[in-house]
């Protein structure tokens, strides 16, 4: 089957929705609206059909969403015919709340998916602009609301519309903030639920600043504002990348987005202004400012702790790096350098010895058995290595099968250590179930017998005595 187009889908719904802004109130913008809608979930239900993936379940509970949404306004048709005006509570309510929780679920099983593991610092993003949008419309909204009439059903759910724009919000951060590209099917999304935000948002001031257009019906022009934010809603779910909207994305995790700056700096400076220039005269405005400010400051002192954190873990891998061979984990050429002109400052009786090891055989193992055969060696024996030495020497490997161990303060006990280095290679290492044999030559030098020693002049004159002995087991074979 074809795909229906996904920009078709708002372009319609423009169209229809046109109705109710020139012509508000009326049967045709009704019946215009209601057609659309209908048009707009069965769409996104047809797209579901071409997705597959671990996405089709969170887009799934967005046509689950429209559904709901579409079912309570056909209910309140149905009941308004049936039973006349209806009072301020209607069972339609349930269902347009309903879809709230099923939208932002949805938005937060995508972004698990499209960056798995990596949500933390996004998420602590999102909860701070959360917490101060959810503060204003507690402040300016519902508290004014709850102040000016006693406790009913009727300002329970009237509270719970401002709850569910948050939840809109929320949803909308999450995705922005979350790492990753902002592909075609999410730029829908984030569109969707920034108009759904701000028509939702200009029906419940609209009373509050002008009660003579809202007595009027001019409210009903938001209707198409709000039809066009679920075309795009059912755009992204019929969209021919729909399913890749879920798909792992590494490319932007390091990178922070200038609006997540931006956001969060709003954030911290809408509280104070709101607070200057704004008096709260009552317990609960004033225990929910203190409850507000608290939320914020901990969300954001979580991300500043994260953060160092993280700069502190990337600063201690750098250094470990810079100083230590990425394969064995032992001190490369550079930090066996530096612990050598070290151990030479400190010298008095017994200086630093360095010892020479490369390993016979070894161009043979990879020849034969392939260069992670060889890998496995390496790694092997430089656990055996770090494992026979004593904690205050150093184990280095300088590149390929050449390893060094610098010991200090070791007196006659030289020839001894030497010993146990070639023991080290006696095993056999087991390589898909064959033994792998493979020898190791080991020279040293002690600084005291070296004429002006430093770390080049010890390095040779233990490599010569490494090369002198493999010379000498080849001859002898």
């Known amino acids: 089957m074809r795909r229906v187009p996904a920009a078709a889908i708002p372009v319609f719904a423009a169209v229809m929705g046109s109705v109710s802004v020139f012509v508000p109130g009326t049967n045709a913008a009704h019946i215009a609206y209601l057609i659309g809608f209908t048009v707009v979930v069965a769409s996104a239900w047809y797209g ?13 509970l967005v046509a689950i969403a429209l559904t709901l949404w579409l079912a309570g306004d056909i209910l309140y048709d149905v009941h308004d015919r049936i039973a006349g005006p209806l009072g301020d509570v209607t069972p339609s309510d349930l269902l347009w709340l309903s879809g709230y929780p099923f939208l932002v679920v949805a938005m ?54 401002p709850f569910g724009d948050v939840m809109f919000f929320a949803a909308t951060a999450i995705l922005v903030f979350a790492p990753g590209r902002t592909r075609g099917p999410a730029r829908y999304l984030v569109s969707a639920l920034t108009l759904t935000l701000i028509g939702d948002i200009s029906i419940s001031l609209l009373p509050v600043l002008f009660p003579d257009l809202s007595r009027s019906g001019q409210a009903d022009r938001f209707d198409g504002l709000l039809l066009l934010a679920n075309s795009l809603l059912a755009a992204a779910i019929v969209h021919r990348n729909a399913a890749k909207v879920a798909e792992p994305d590494n490319t932007a995790a390091q990178r922070l987005h200038p609006a997540r700056v931006v956001f969060l700096g709003i954030a911290l400076v809408v509280q104070p202004t709101v607070t200057g220039l704004h008096s709260f005269d009552t317990l609960v405005s004033r225990v929910s400012l203190f409850v507000s400010i608290a939320l914020l400051t901990t969300f954001i002192l979580m991300r500043f702790v994260f ?57 043979q193992v990879n020849d034969r058995y392939g260069h992670a055969a060889g890998d496995l060696i390496l790694v092997e024996f430089a656990h055996r290595l770090t494992a026979t030495i004593r904690p205050a020497d ?50 040293h030098a002690a600084w005291s017998t070296v004429e002006h020693p430093n770390p080049h002049s010890l390095l040779g004159a233990a490599d010569a005595a490494m090369y002198a002995e493999k010379t000498a087991r080849r001859q002898a074979a």
């Open 48 to 60: 579901l059909r071409h997705i597959a993936g671990p996405s089709a379940p969170a887009y799934r």
């Open 108 to 161: 937060i099983r995508m972004v698990r998916l499209r960056a798995p593991g990596r949500l933390r610092d996004g998420m602590l993003d999102a909860a701070a602009m959360t917490t101060v949008v959810a503060w204003l419309f507690w402040q300016f909204l519902i508290l004014p609301a709850a102040e000016n009439q006693d406790l009913s059903l009727a300002m329970f759910v009237g509270a719970l519309y």
């Open 307 to 363: 953060v160092v954190r993280e700069q502190e873990r990337i600063k201690g891998a750098l250094a470990h790096q810079a100083e230590h061979d990425p394969l064995t984990g032992l001190a490369n050429r550079a930090a066996l350098h530096a612990q050598l002109e070290l151990a030479l400052l400190r010298a008095a009786e017994l200086g630093p010895v360095v010892f020479y090891l490369d390993l016979n055989g070894f161009k």
């Open 394 to 443: 150093t184990a280095a490997r300088l590149g390929g099968d050449e390893f060094v161990v610098l010991a200090t303060e070791l007196g006659g006990e030289a020839d001894i250590l030497g010993h146990r280095l070639r023991r080290l290679a006696e095993e056999p290492v087991l390589w898909n179930g064959e033994a792998v044999h493979f020898g190791v030559s080991v020279g």
